[in-house]
């Protein structure tokens, strides 16, 4: 049996470094999340919310230009909102494009709501190879690399790389039809690709394993309020923006606060709505309350 670590506020405190006042936006990091298509426009919406909500210095959206003028939800106005190429409704662009972009971020977060085309696979290949920070993909991001056989994106990159499949996207990657839940089997499987493609997996289902092959965390606070739509979108912009802020120890340890705050701005929304009633937007205005508890 594998020994793991709790996800727990002492352990998290022990490896957060508490901000100090006299700092400015800079000093506080910033990420880029690219994410979005016509099939889904509201994704990325929510992965910014949750990196804003992380306490990053500053939030850039780069949204497919299919979406200019359509986006039916309100942006917060402290996100700043870029427009880039697309194609079949979603992103296409060249590696000196996904250079441009990529450059002068702590953190880029890409995959939330990118659906499929053409197109995809080798915009999502420029970013791997534009980035040098830190990488975190999500989503659409994963189900490129599972249809594709395209590991090489994780192989290659120069970036730190944090994945956050959940169970489906999780068996894609495994190349399984049928993948066991059992929290044991998930760990050994989630810490296989781990080392195999030197990545830290956040390995999301009811109880979230956490691991980069050496550290194995595990988040046991089970909500089924969270089994929603959105619900990995805003969890995966809120590890981005605490990787990019540099609060925490390390890039695993920003994915632990991250894993923590959503399950425990969760739980706030559960007590306020009740599971069935909750929304995921709820939560996202839960976090600054998740915040105040973790920090007393």
Same mark, same amino acid.
Request: charged letters at 20%; hydrophobic letters at 40%; glycine letters at 8%.
């Given at each position: 049996?594998?020994?793991? &670590?709790?996800?727990?506020?002492?352990?998290?405190?022990?490896?957060?470094?508490?901000?100090?006042?006299?700092?400015?936006?800079?000093?506080?990091?910033?990420?880029?999340?690219?994410?979005?298509?016509?099939?889904?426009?509201?994704?990325?919406?929510?992965?910014?919310?949750?990196?804003?909500?992380?306490?990053?210095?500053?939030?850039?959206?780069?949204?497919?230009? @299919?979406?200019?003028?359509?986006?039916?939800?309100?942006?917060?106005?402290?996100?700043?909102?870029?427009?880039?190429?697309?194609?079949?409704?979603?992103?296409?662009?060249?590696?000196?494009?996904?250079?441009?972009?990529?450059?002068?971020?702590?953190?880029?977060?890409?995959?939330?709501?990118?659906?499929?085309?053409?197109?995809?696979?080798?915009?999502?290949?420029?970013?791997?190879?534009?980035?040098? &920070?830190?990488?975190?993909?999500?989503?659409?991001?994963?189900?490129?690399?599972?249809?594709?056989?395209?590991?090489?994106?994780?192989?290659?990159?120069?970036?730190?790389?944090?994945? &956050?499949?959940?169970?489906?996207?999780? &068996?894609?990657?495994?190349?399984?039809?049928?993948?066991?839940?059992?929290?044991?089997?998930?760990?050994?499987?989630?810490?296989?690709?781990?080392?195999?493609?030197?990545?830290?997996?956040?390995?999301?289902? @009811?109880?979230?394993?956490?691991?980069?092959?050496?550290?194995?965390?595990?988040?046991?606070?089970?909500?089924?309020?969270?089994?929603?739509?959105?619900?990995?979108?805003?969890? @995966?912009?809120?590890?981005?923006?605490?990787?990019?802020?540099?609060?925490?120890?390390?890039?695993?340890?920003? @994915?632990?606060?991250?894993?923590?705050?959503?399950?425990?701005?969760?739980?706030?929304?559960?007590?306020?709505?009740?599971?069935?009633?909750?929304?995921?937007?709820?939560?996202?205005?839960?976090?600054?309350?998740?915040?105040?508890?973790?920090?007393?």
């Amino acid at each position: 049996m594998i020994e793991t &670590t709790e996800i727990t506020k002492s352990l998290l405190l022990s490896n957060y470094k508490v901000r100090k006042e006299h700092y400015h936006k800079g000093n506080f990091g910033k990420v880029l999340v690219i994410a979005g298509s016509e099939n889904y426009p509201g994704a990325g919406i929510m992965a910014a919310i949750g990196a804003l909500r992380s306490g990053v210095g500053i939030v850039t959206l780069a949204l497919p230009e @299919a979406l200019k003028g359509l986006l039916p939800f309100n942006l917060s106005p402290e996100i700043i909102l870029r427009y880039f190429p697309s194609e079949n409704g979603g992103f296409s662009f060249s590696l000196s494009q996904a250079v441009g972009l990529c450059s002068n971020y702590d953190s880029i977060l890409v995959g939330c709501g990118w659906g499929k085309g053409p197109s995809r696979l080798e915009c999502l290949k420029n970013i791997s190879q534009a980035c040098e &920070t830190s990488l975190i993909l999500d989503a659409d991001a994963l189900n490129i690399i599972s249809e594709n056989n395209a590991y090489d994106i994780l192989d290659d990159c120069k970036a730190k790389t944090i994945i &956050t499949p959940h169970i489906a996207e999780f &068996t894609r990657l495994l190349k399984q039809s049928f993948l066991d839940v059992e929290l044991e089997n998930r760990l050994v499987l989630a810490k296989q690709f781990a080392l195999a493609h030197k990545t830290i997996v956040v390995q999301k289902s @009811a109880s979230t394993i956490v691991t980069d092959s050496k550290e194995d965390f595990v988040c046991n606070i089970h909500n089924s309020g969270l089994a929603k739509g959105g619900s990995g979108d805003l969890l @995966a912009g809120l590890i981005a923006g605490l990787v990019a802020s540099k609060q925490c120890k390390n890039n695993i340890y920003a @994915a632990n606060l991250g894993v923590y705050l959503h399950s425990q701005a969760g739980l706030l929304a559960k007590n306020m709505y009740s599971e069935p009633g909750m929304t995921i937007a709820e939560v996202a205005e839960q976090i600054p309350n998740a915040w105040k508890e973790f920090l007393k």
